[in-house]
């Protein structure tokens, strides 16, 4: 699914200038590869397709930052970060002691900065296949909530690295505190994460467990997770994994409590935009009763409060069908809270992944079927086109395509993903003309004779997510 026309004007009303729009692509429902091709033919010409095959390919990570203030150092200059930021290789990013972001990778990986958490990307590696083929993430203080999409390619991996130990994996959930005094805990929650301490000393760590590298680089047995109240991720987690069960991932919005609420007191939460489905909220917090107020672009408002008791506290869900699309305002109140406590709320947007359009308030989420885009080739005069899409993710969309234009055999893959400032962002992983792989760098092509920059293209509005989802008709 992808965000294409703006939506209708009301009569007498100026056209919008690169309006806001939230989309994805379905897994089996592609259009953007086509869009490649198209933006590579009308830049210049079929040699822009003389493209690297590589190996391997950096593609950048989006920076989300859910509560400020998060720091993103690049190239040396630090500057105060903002969602949609590009994380590149060698890129520092902390919050400090109030700031959670997360990092969120093309293949749907995720990293979650608590506060007071510094790391830096040192490698953000795709294959030719456009799969996740390395992630390298030193971690320098503080606390990291990792959740790693099944790594398929071979020799993949995703390393996150302490001052004595490092953490790696193929698929699973965990998190890393790293102690000021060197020291590193590994706590595991899904599949098995291998500890590798400074000093050549391991062990692997199993979910349920925990285990711990000295600041020697000693690795400890593994041993049962210890309850943690102070654990900034159980909150987080609860209210994210219950949310994106219920709906798209890629549409999920998290958010948290500035200071503890307490009985009487209401806190509003940051706006939560959409072009329209069943829309889903989901309060988290330990326990006593808050209650979540999810007021609709109509100005109507849907509550819920109490919740039911989970095994990190007690969880409150809104559920509004067929919201309307528009700008939903958030609030928490306490009902009867006392002591003061901490909460979490996340949004998500459920809706059919299949070929249709919704446009609402402002916003407007396009599916566009392969065959609809094929068809659109074709009438431009291909031949033979073929369109698909490698698995879904919330970060991106890994999509393939070929076809013939004008007597040339055109064949490529390229990951696809929100680029910040409202641009879509472009990476290609391969590329054939007439059956050979060529070595030329393409960007330098299109640069050169186009001014066009795949990093950060401008498609004529503001993309704010791009995404693949199963196709479910």
């Known amino acids: 699914m992808a965000q294409v026309p703006p939506p209708i004007a009301p009569p007498g009303a100026p056209p919008p200038t690169r309006p806001k729009r939230r989309g994805c692509l379905g897994c089996g429902l592609g259009c953007l590869i086509p869009v490649v091709l198209i933006v590579l033919l009308l830049v210049g010409g079929f040699y822009f397709l003389v493209v690297q095959a590589a190996a391997s390919v950096s593609v950048p990570a989006q920076l989300v930052v859910l509560n400020p203030a998060t720091t993103l150092v690049h190239g040396g200059s630090a500057q105060p970060a903002t969602s949609g930021a590009q994380v590149h290789e060698n ?3 902390r919050t400090d002691a109030n700031g959670r972001s997360l990092i969120q990778f093309q293949d749907g990986s995720i990293t979650r900065l608590a506060p007071s958490t510094q790391i830096t990307l040192t490698s953000a590696q ?6 996740l083929a390395k992630v390298g993430i030193g971690q320098q203080a503080g606390r990291t909530m990792n959740t790693v999409e099944k790594l398929v390619a071979g020799n993949a991996s995703f390393t996150v690295s302490g001052h004595s130990a490092n953490a790696s994996v193929r698929g699973t959930k965990f998190e890393v505190v790293q102690f000021a005094n060197g020291g590193v805990l590994l706590k595991t929650y899904i599949g098995r994460v291998h500890l590798a301490g400074s000093n050549g000393s391991g062990a692997d760590v199993n979910a349920g467990q925990q285990a711990s590298a000295a600041p020697n680089g000693a690795v400890s047995p593994p041993v049962p997770i210890a309850p943690d109240p102070n654990d900034p991720f159980t909150l987080w987690m609860a209210s994210e994994e219950g949310a994106k069960a219920a709906g798209q991932p890629a549409t999920a919005q998290t958010s948290f409590n500035n200071g503890g609420l307490g009985t009487g007191q209401t806190q509003a939460q940051p706006d939560y935009s959409t072009a329209g489905g069943e829309v889903i909220g989901e309060l988290a917090y330990p326990g006593s009763n808050m209650r979540l107020t999810i007021t609709d672009p109509n100005g109507v408002p849907h509550q819920n409060s109490g919740g039911s008791v989970t ?27 006392n002591p003061s406590e901490n909460f979490t709320v996340t949004l998500v947007t459920k809706f ?47 999509v ?11 064949a490529g893959a390229a990951l696809l993903y929100a680029a910040g400032g409202g641009n879509l962002g472009v990476t290609l992983t ?30 004529g509005y503001n993309v704010e997510r791009v995404y693949s989802c199963p196709n479910s008709s």
């Open 91 to 93: 890129d520092q990013v």
């Open 126 to 131: 795709f294959d030719s296949k456009g799969r």
């Open 311 to 337: 095994r990190n506290g007690k969880l409150v869900v809104v559920d509004i069908p067929n919201a309307p699309g528009g700008v939903f305002k958030i609030s928490v109140t306490g009902v009867d809270v």
């Open 352 to 398: 059919v992944c299949s070929a249709n359009q919704l446009a609402g308030g402002g916003y407007v989420r396009n599916v566009l079927s392969a065959n609809d885009t094929k068809n659109t080739l074709v009438q431009a005069g291909a031949t033979n086109v073929n369109i698909s899409f490698n698995g879904a993710s919330a970060g991106g969309a890994n």
């Open 400 to 410: 393939s395509g070929s076809g013939n234009f004008s007597g040339t055999n055109l």
């Open 430 to 459: 391969q590329a054939t003309v007439n059956g050979i792989n060529v070595k030329q760098q393409v960007y330098d092509a299109i640069a050169n004779a186009g001014g066009h920059n795949l990093d950060s293209l401008q498609i």
